[in-house]
């Protein structure tokens, strides 16, 4: 790139040099070359002016027309002089707007121009050499400006496409975390009480910690079931069915096997759900009554299904204890909320008069409704 520049520099010097030294005739029509050591010293100071435009273009401009309007008096007055200030203003030009450009160029072709009438010769070349200037210029600006333009857009959808790209991952990482709590967290919390249970009796109720160790037995081949269908879920989405309120009734079951006594009540028509609403609908409820096995303060909870003018309204209740704010972590509170939102419900969950009640109301028209990952 530097030696273009310097390639340009010689080639801009020897044509004004050499213009320098075309004398017009008296009226315009005949040229022929002098070389005039004067008139060869002005243009090679024009040249070394013109060398600081890139660094000063304002300046050199300025410091241009000065030596060509005193080059009228001295009778040295050039075409040459005039193509060095027809340089400086198309580096001006391509450095400020327009308007200004326009105004700029205008302004310093009629100089030049009423320069060469006062020295007796024709100016339209002279008027010619600063339009073109000018005009080069404010082309370069514009296909500049263009290609800034273009370039500018290319790089704000490129971080519009990696914003979009992160913005995916984290939501990835939100859906599975809360598979993976919807999976394992209770079948976990199963295993860890039935553990203590086995612990505590296989020295005086053998009987007692068989049974337990039965049940850890069979937790851990529920949760190592559901992992695997998770992950092939994971690894090819649509390749494990969801699964929705169909599956309440086995949840219950697991959970009356473990001691929570569950019961449900059934309002409007649940066959008919979209199934994203469907799937939020159970992980709700799984979540919730798992909550209430962990930190219910005695082993019932209570589960309302209400489906009436498309919106389906979950209720869970179980008696908590009266200083209770909230159970375990709230990872689990934070997972239905993220669910329940997937498909533009809403979530509250909190105590009322010794009683802890979740209620999440889903939306069950199909238009708005999203599908979550399951």
């Known amino acids: ?195 203590g249970v086995a612990a505590g009796a296989v020295r005086t109720r053998p009987d007692d910690a068989e049974r337990a160790l039965a049940t850890i037995r069979q937790a851990s081949r529920t949760v190592l079931s559901e992992i695997g269908d998770l992950l092939a879920t994971l690894r090819e989405p649509g390749a494990a069915a969801a699964v929705g309120l169909a599956h309440l009734d086995d949840v219950v079951r697991g959970l009356a096997a473990d001691g929570l006594q569950v019961t449900v009540r059934r309002d409007g028509d649940l066959d008919a759900l979209p199934s994203a609403v469907d799937v939020v609908a159970l992980r709700v409820v799984q979540e919730a009554l798992t909550n209430a096995h962990k930190h219910g303060a005695d082993r019932h909870a209570h589960v309302r299904l209400q489906h009436h003018d498309q919106t389906l309204t979950v209720t869970v209740t179980n008696a908590c204890a009266p200083q209770t704010t909230g159970p375990g972590t709230r990872h689990g509170l934070l997972g239905m909320a993220e669910r329940v939102e997937s498909v533009r419900g809403t979530l509250t969950a909190g105590p009322t008069s010794g009683t802890w009640t979740v209620r999440a109301t889903l939306p069950t028209a199909t238009s708005d409704v999203e599908e979550p990952a399951t």
Request: proline share 3%; with cysteine; net charge positive.
């Open 1 to 195: 790139m530097r030696w273009r520049r310097v390639a340009g520099d010689v080639f801009l010097a020897s044509v004004i040099v050499l213009s320098g030294n075309l004398e017009p005739g008296a009226k315009g029509h005949d040229v022929e070359p002098r070389w005039r050591p004067d008139v060869l010293v002005v243009n090679l100071v024009a040249i070394a002016v013109l060398l600081l435009s890139r660094r000063y273009p304002r300046a050199a401009l300025g410091a241009l027309l000065g030596l060509t309007v005193l080059t009228v008096p001295l009778g040295l007055y050039n075409i040459g002089t005039v193509t060095a200030v027809a340089v400086a203003v198309y580096v001006v030009s391509t450095r400020t707007d327009r308007r200004t450009a326009t105004l700029l160029t205008i302004g310093v072709a009629l100089l030049v121009t009423g320069l060469a009438l006062a020295v007796g010769v024709a100016g339209p070349q002279f008027l010619l050499v600063v339009c073109l200037g000018g005009a080069l210029g404010d082309a370069i600006r514009t296909q500049q400006a263009a290609m800034a333009a273009v370039t500018e857009r290319a790089e704000r959808a490129e971080r519009t496409r990696e914003a979009v790209a992160r913005q995916r991952v984290a939501e990835e990482r939100l859906a599975i975390a809360r598979d993976l709590h919807d999976v394992v967290a209770h079948q976990i919390a199963v295993i860890n009480l039935h553990a």
